[in-house]
């Protein structure tokens, strides 16, 4: 089994579900995710299949010049997207502090509430073994993930209501 942490937040969206996953999965609105400290926003998205389908791969190039890929394993309209996150290159002195880590999963599901969708987003952090790397992971890389889905979260929200 992987080292992992596990970050779950719950929130609320003023839209439809099929309002909100349209949104979330096209590439040209992931720029809203704009991390957090060190933790890099998203600058630009080049898709490999429009529109999204399963298997699609998402070459990721985020605002600090590093860059990523993304491959979309569960797309169910409007209920669930699931993605895989790998092949993380970070540049400079963000090399060493990305070292512990070997990839992200990512779940969102969506569920319609009073008007509103309720979604559930879960990020999973994949890291290497050793004590130093949990600590790492744990203690500095973990909490500014979970402030960076926080903002993003707060970026849709604005979205919604600006419609």
């Known amino acids: 089994m992987k080292n992992q942490h596990i970050i779950a937040i719950d929130f609320f969206l003023p839209a439809s579900p099929e309002e909100v996953f349209d949104f979330v999965i096209l590439p ?3 720029p ?3 991390g957090f400290f060190l933790i890099p926003g998203i600058k630009h998205v080049h898709s490999s299949h429009t529109p999204r389908s399963v298997g699609c791969v998402d070459s990721i190039t985020n605002t600090d010049g590093s860059f990523h890929r993304s491959v979309t394993l569960v797309l ?6 699931e993605l895989e996150i790998g092949k993380i290159v970070p540049v400079g002195w963000k090399k ?3 070292n512990p880590l070997e990839g992200f999963a ?3 599901t969506f569920e319609a509430s009073n008007q509103q969708t309720f979604i559930r987003r879960k990020l999973f952090i994949y890291y290497r073994a050793g004590f130093l790397n949990f600590l790492l992971v744990h203690f500095f890389i973990k909490p500014q ?4 889905l926080i903002f993003h979260h707060i ?3 604005r979205h919604f209501r600006c419609l």
């Open 32 to 34: 809203l995710f704009r």
């Open 145 to 148: 993930l979970y402030f960076s």
């Open 76 to 81: 169910e309209k409007n209920r669930k997207y």
């Open 106 to 108: 990512e779940s969102w």
């Open 155 to 157: 970026e849709l929200h």
């Open 96 to 98: 060493s502090l990305a």
């Open 28 to 30: 040209e609105n992931m």
